[in-house]
């Protein structure tokens, strides 16, 4: 068998382009266990009623102490509180009824800190005493509702777009406080880009240019 000798500098590139083969190979399983990784992240749930908590600490920029009066321990309303304050991009809210003045204060901080926050709502239910869509339009929040006899019953929100949390509360101190309730929080990506999907539907169904104004015969 003949051997050729083979110059060195085409041997380096040889070995070169090896390592650089070896590393976008490596590179590729790697992505691929993180995104098996992230489909399997575990859910975490949170369970209502809460015990009566202050979280006016979380919502301060320089947290310090309050002489309120009320508990200041971990609770599944300070859970939330704390997860919806996460938020540094995005947070997308789309539920049924907003009254809780604790979760309402929650969405101000997080669009006071320059997070874009949208919120969809109920027509109905945003009307009644005690909503709060009327202190995020004045603060500049946009909030679009359905327009139409069925109700928009949803209840989730969507942290920059990677972290749903959804369940059966309504957003409300009866919710909160009184009512069997639970809350489910995701990071499985094919669920979370479902949700997106779905608000991004809503938002763009919702949109007040497409309201028709006469009553329907």
Known sequence: ??????????????????????AAEGLYYLIRSLNRLCQQWPAQVLFFPAPVTCVRPLLLSSPGHCDCGLSHRESA???LTRLLLSARHSLDVCVFTISSLELSSTVLVAHSRGVRVRVITD??????????????????????HDQDTNYMHHKFALID?????????????QGIFGNKENV???????????????????????????YSFSPKK
């Open 1 to 22: 068998m003949l051997l050729m000798a083979v110059p060195v500098p085409v041997w380096r590139g040889l070995l070169l382009a090896l390592g650089f083969s070896l």
């Open 77 to 79: 309303l300070s859970c």
């Open 123 to 144: 027509s109905d239910y945003m009307a009644l005493a005690g909503s709060q869509v009327g202190s995020f339009r004045r603060a500049g929040i946009e909030v679009r």
């Open 161 to 173: 777009g990677l972290t749903l949390v959804t369940g059966s509360l309504n957003w409300s101190a």
């Open 184 to 210: 489910i929080i995701i990071k499985n990506t094919d669920i979370v880009k479902a949700f997106v999907e779905e608000f991004g539907q809503l938002w763009n169904e919702y949109d007040p240019a497409k």
